[in-house]
């Protein structure tokens, strides 16, 4: 179960963000002890800057509790398979992560529990699918912040449903509607998720139908509306498809049966109820006390309190 959403509801896909802190602010910046704490002190910055510009009511930090589901890679193995760490010091399908930021994950997780920012992981799913159920469940307007595309899919302008992209840490952010979309690829948020699977994403590891590149898959789309009408249009003679473009797509059949739920995000992932209020005063604040000291938080941490306060006394 979950508490209602009925504010302005932010959802933090917060790996896609702590990597960004971690390749955008020094590993000079350094705990008392010369741990670095980049990714820490940066991922504070930037929920301090979003919180400052776009006022949620409810911040949800969403989790990979699974990054590689294997629900997902027995659909398709090949999914994300080039992540995993070639070495496997610590268990089978370690993703592979840079060794200065893995040790900061567990302070970014206590420093969130201590403020009160509500962070969602369910075994078996991807933040991904967090973020996709809470969306589904939402009645309020959703800002989704993450550096994903796949997230685009949820997108949906009637429930006032963006994703804000980060270009430039988070100051500078792309604010991904349905003009937006269908701009740049042709296509609304419904439709993303079909795009993306038939051109495929090396990047997670999907195939793709061979020949149907990100222009073709469009053009398909306009023509037939989404994935079953195309199938539909290979299987009638009498359909506007090349030749080329026919044998491709019945070709891909075993493939396209299956992507569909490998890509789309889940929509009824069992979310705990968790209170996704914004909170205006740390939780447990003698805990968040000791968190600053050992990690040396700082200016980061007293900004974003202080930020939190502020909102709190807005909303008054």
């Known amino acids: 179960m979950m508490r209602d959403v009925t504010g302005r ?18 590993d000079s910046v350094k705990a008392p002890d010369g741990t670095p704490v980049n990714a ?7 929920i301090d800057r979003l919180v400052k510009d776009h006022r949620p009511d409810e911040l949800v930090a969403c989790m990979d509790a699974d990054w590689r589901p294997k629900w997902r890679v027995d659909l398709i193995p090949s999914y994300k398979a080039h992540r995993v760490a070639e070495e496997r010091p610590v268990g089978p399908d370690e993703e592979e992560v840079p060794d200065t930021l893995s040790p900061q994950v567990p302070v970014i997780e206590a420093v969130l529990d201590a403020l009160g920012i509500a962070r969602v992981g369910v075994t078996g799913y991807e933040a991904d699918d967090v973020i996709g159920t809470f969306t589904a469940r939402a009645t309020g307007p959703v800002d989704i912040v993450t550096g994903d ?7 949906d302008d009637a429930r006032g449903v963006r994703v804000l992209y980060p270009l430039k840490g988070v100051g500078t952010l792309q604010t991904t509607d349905e003009a937006w979309l269908r701009e740049k690829y042709g296509v609304d948020g419904r439709g993303y998720a079909d795009l993306a699977l038939l051109r495929g994403d090396p990047s997670d590891g999907l195939p ?22 195309i199938m539909a249009a290979v299987d009638d003679p009498k359909a506007k498809l090349t030749p080329s473009q026919r044998k491709r797509l019945d070709e891909a059949r075993p493939y396209l049966a299956v992507a569909p739920k490998v890509v789309r995000v889940a929509g009824d992932v069992p979310l705990p109820d968790v209170n996704v209020s914004l909170p205006h005063a740390p939780r447990d604040g003698a805990t968040l006390e000791g968190l600053a000291e050992r990690w040396g938080l700082g200016g980061s941490l007293h900004r974003l309190l202080l930020t939190l306060s502020a909102s709190g006394a807005a909303g008054a």
Request: aromatic share 12%; hydrophobic share 50%; charged share 20%.
């Open 208 to 229: 793709g139908v061979p020949g149907i590149g990100e222009k073709t898959a469009a053009k398909l789309l306009a023509e037939f509306g989404d994935l079953a009408g």
């Open 9 to 26: 509801l932010m959802l933090l896909d917060t790996a896609s963000l702590y990597f960004r802190a971690y390749f955008g602010v020094p």
């Open 40 to 46: 820490v002190r940066g991922l504070l910055d930037f």
């Open 149 to 155: 595309r796949d997230l685009y899919q949820l997108v």
